[in-house]
């Protein structure tokens, strides 16, 4: 913690954008990470023994973010692999809310609507703007990063009370939740939507929607799903993000300092 703390606080001058470009590629990336990390986290939580699976998470996850901020510039292979790793840490983090202390969906899926509000309410006090790609000081980018980190619970928690307690199940919950994922692009594209509140808008529905369809391809056939085990499943997306961030991942432009082309792409 103390290394992530000092990272944080290093002299941020000369410091580039620290986000990639906002298109199509970074939407089927981040959705493939949403459906890999729900998966990833179920499959180590049953394979593993809860003492090994969770700590483990943790050290890659905060390995992952040190490296992160370190780095003075968008790089495609360190930046993916902390939303990953905040995908598997956001799905332990809401199902330990869940399972471990008992809370139901409901409360738990309001709790994290209330903590997202309240870092985007301080994040917008403190810097008067959430656009994404004005991520170069390092305050800017502790925010991000909470934010990430709490839209992935806040979707697990979401997704999974659709599913479950609403007993929608999960084919249906990811179609629900896909069409609510094109409120915001319809938004922006036709009615002017801003655009950065279209975008948070997106990233948070992202992730019931590919957690949704991660889970109905991996459960059972009693749970409704098709029952292609999450193993395998985990396996195909992580290949599929791999590939993506290899060929599509890093370009001159996602590095620029206060790049404002991300509206446009959006």
């Known amino acids: 913690m103390n290394k ?30 949403t459906g890999m990390g729900e998966v990833a986290s179920d499959y180590l939580f049953e394979r593993l023994n809860p003492l090994i699976s969770a700590p483990l998470s943790v ?12 780095v003075r510039r968008y790089v495609a292979g360190f930046y993916w692999l902390v939303v990953i790793m905040v995908s598997i840490f956001g799905t332990t983090a809401a199902d330990v809310v869940r399972v471990g202390l008992g809370i139901p969906y409901l409360a738990s899926t309001l709790f994290f609507v209330a903590a997202l509000a309240a870092i ?15 991520i170069y000081t390092r ?33 249906a919950s990811g ?11 319809i938004g922006f594209w036709l009615f002017k939507l801003n655009e950065i509140g279209a975008f948070w808008f997106a990233y948070i529905m992202t992730r019931p929607v590919g957690a949704s369809f991660a889970d109905w391809l991996s459960a059972s056939h009693s749970s409704g799903g098709m029952e292609l085990g999450k193993g ?16 599509r991942g890093g370009s001159p432009a996602q590095s620029k300092k206060l790049d404002t082309s991300w509206a446009k792409e959006y």
Do not use: C
Not at 16 to 32: D, N, Q
Not at 175 to 185: D, E, S
Not at 232 to 247: A, E, G, K
């Open 232 to 247: 395998p499943v985990t396996f195909v997306l992580t290949i599929f993000i791999v590939l993506l961030v290899v060929f």
């Open 120 to 134: 985007l309410t301080v994040w917008y006090r403190k810097e008067k703007t959430l656009s994404v790609h004005s």
């Open 4 to 33: 992530i703390l000092s990272a944080m606080q290093g002299n941020s001058a000369g410091m580039l954008a620290k986000v990639p470009e906002i298109t199509l590629y970074f939407w089927l990336t981040k959705l493939l990470t």
């Open 59 to 70: 050290l890659i996850f905060v390995a992952a973010m040190i490296l992160q901020f370190k």
């Open 139 to 171: 305050r800017r980018e502790t925010f991000y990063w909470l934010t990430v980190l709490t839209t992935f619970a806040l979707g697990t928690a979401a997704g999974d009370m659709t599913a479950t307690n609403m007993h929608l199940g999960y084919l």
């Open 175 to 185: 179609i629900m939740f896909t069409a609510i994922l094109a409120i915001p692009a």
